[in-house]
């Protein structure tokens, strides 16, 4: 089975103690079974203090979280308690993977970086070269016939949000006609009622949709936008390769498409809005946009079927 990354996989770093928005805080962390067993074999205080921090409370053994959403064993220097006390290898499945994704062919698994954690965030929206798959592990690859169709296609979507000599917007407004897929234009009030009506994980997601709400005309005209075309083809790349794999399980291409191009025209306004009202933005600015975004969307697997069905039915 062939593995294929984008070509920053290699390079990503977890910020550790540095992280501000730790994916060991808000989350609730389940622990597959074979690390569950593990730790039912620790003895001694931290075999005690692991017992008393799990917690199987709705069916799924999770570590138990603090008045404030912190994992029990995340350390007031923002490290890891299990990964110190038994080591790096020896914390759960999830611990272990996140922020990567899989997508899963018949012959073959992609994996990427998630947007939500802002190291990734960094990482990928100040790339400057454009972004190539590359192979991570080298093996024989015999995919089914509408696999092939779908890479050709999304390779197709890839060169028309990298082609550097047009706009962003023309490339979205290019890869949707490509597809056969027509445009939807939702005013700005429109994308914040869409986006307001999915289940909400953080509140500063509506602090950040109402200034959009709230923003006149003139606020939604960005001066500087040029300057982020690069991040935004990023971004856009990103979720080319995040999202549209899945449409071979599900068949739903055209909803997928449409997350992206939406996905893309709220950001960009909530970005311009950001700007005005602060009178300068930068590409951390942009980050942490994007990181809400993500966390809110992408890692709620409701809100995204939600979307994918709104759009297919507007
Ligand atoms: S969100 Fe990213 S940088 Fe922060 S602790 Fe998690 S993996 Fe590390």
Not at 46 to 51: E, I, S, T, V
Not at 59 to 84: Q, V, W, Y
Not at 233 to 260: C, I, K, N, P, W
Not at 279 to 284: K, L, N, Q, R, T
């Amino acid at each position: 089975m062939k593995t294929v990354v984008p070509d920053y996989y290699n390079d990503f770093r977890c910020l550790a103690g540095d992280c501000r928005h730790s994916c060991c805080i808000g989350w609730e962390i389940d622990i597959d079974q074979d690390t569950l067993d593990y730790y039912n074999t620790i003895t001694g205080p931290f075999g005690n203090r692991l017992k008393n921090s799990i917690s199987c409370e709705g069916g799924t053994p999770h570590f138990c979280m603090d008045s404030h959403g912190r994992c029990a064993f995340l350390n007031e220097k923002g490290l890891c308690d299990i990964m110190l006390e038994l080591g790096f290898d020896k914390v759960s499945q999830i611990c272990d993977d996140h922020p990567r994704f899989r997508n899963f062919y018949s012959d073959r698994t992609e994996i990427g970086l998630g947007l939500s954690c802002e190291a990734v965030a960094m990482q990928i929206l100040t790339k400057q070269d454009k972004t190539q798959l590359i192979v991570l592990e080298e093996d024989d690859e015999l995919l089914w016939e509408d696999e092939e169709d779908f890479l050709v296609l999304r390779d197709e979507i890839f060169a028309i949000l990298q082609d550097r000599t047009q706009p962003v917007w023309a490339r979205v407004e290019k890869m949707l006609a490509h597809c056969d897929v027509q445009p939807l234009q939702l005013t700005p009030c429109q994308q914040v009622q869409l986006f307001s009506s999915l289940e909400r994980l953080d509140p500063v997601r509506d602090r950040l949709l109402s200034q959009l709400e709230n923003a006149t005309p003139d606020m939604l005209k960005w001066e500087n936008e040029d300057e982020f075309s690069i991040p935004f083809e990023q971004l856009l790349v990103y979720f080319a390769f995040r999202h549209l794999t899945e449409s071979l399980d599900d068949g739903r291409l055209a909803g997928r498409l449409h997350y992206m191009a939406q996905s893309y025209r709220l950001i960009r306004n909530l970005c311009a809005v950001h700007c005005n009202n602060a009178g300068s933005f930068s590409i951390g600015d942009m980050a942490e946009i994007c990181r809400i975004y993500s966390a809110e969307t992408e890692y709620s697997p409701d809100n995204m079927d939600t979307l994918f069905d709104k759009f297919e039915n507007m």
